[in-house]
């Protein structure tokens, strides 16, 4: 697996190859590029840090970014990431920033007839984090999973924007909030059709979890369509505590209250688990996803 590390505005470690070049915090991946595994890029604790992603026409790859910031203080961090005509790209941000004061800025341009799977782990202390979509090429498919996990005072608010800006698109978007003690977290989702932009279909799926009765969680779907002729749209937005018929089935089981909620709320970060192929990124975001849990079983 190919690994970049940017630590404190400085690259220590690059051994990407495959003629694809990072120059000025800009990673361009040359056109007919086809790598089966992951471009994993981490930076760690790096506020201020702009990158660019820049995939180009007929590649396909799969790009994995792993955000580590220690700081408590302010950070912020920018990434633009633009997908080229024909490409298939899966892409996985992990964000982990114990920062009381933390900001994610993220834009994506999707490109023509290209598939692209954008996943985001949020599991953060104070985080505002701002995805925004912009479907700029005819044809493109974006599918898009975010997760934020939040417990004791956590603040988390996700803001997660698709624009379809070119016909005959389709947007798929499914946000889960998981809140315990008193921590909250407020999912955003919008997608919005232009005039003119026929044929799209979309639909968009907001899910928050609570485990207790400090808990918060707000989720706000928002359909802005301006064009008629559409192949579908629709959302779906739920909040609640866990399912008690699911409790109850594997309770009759055997298992224990706490590992039953256990177990449904790690089947809920599953999917994206799944997805990180980095055994070590794997296995630390896993350990990083239960500690949260059990703080949020234990408030």
Known sequence: MAHIIIKNHEIVS????NNITLKDNKLTI??????????????????????????????????LLEVVDE???????????????????????????????????????????????IMAGLVSEVLTAKLNVEIIGQGANVNIRAIALSNDNHDQKIDVYMHHRAPHTNGDMTCIGIAGGNGKVILNGIEKIDNGMKHCNVYQTLRGIITSDDARIEVNPILLIEEYDLYGAGHAATVGKLDQEALYYLMSRGLTKRDSEKLIINGFVKPLLDEIEDEELNAKFSELVNKRIWLIWMK
């Open 30 to 63: 040359p056109k007919n590029t086809q790598i089966k595994d992951a471009i994993k890029i981490s930076l760690i604790n790096d506020s201020g840090e702009q990158l660019k992603f820049v995939v180009e026409e007929n590649s396909d790859v799969n790009i």
């Open 14 to 17: 690059n051994d990407i190859g």
């Open 71 to 117: 700081s408590k203080g302010e950070s912020s961090y920018n990434i633009d990431f633009e997908t080229k005509a024909n490409t298939n790209v899966k892409y996985l941000l992990i964000a982990n920033l114990e920062s009381e004061n933390a900001n994610i800025n993220h834009d994506f341009k999707i490109g023509r007839d290209s598939n692209t799977h």
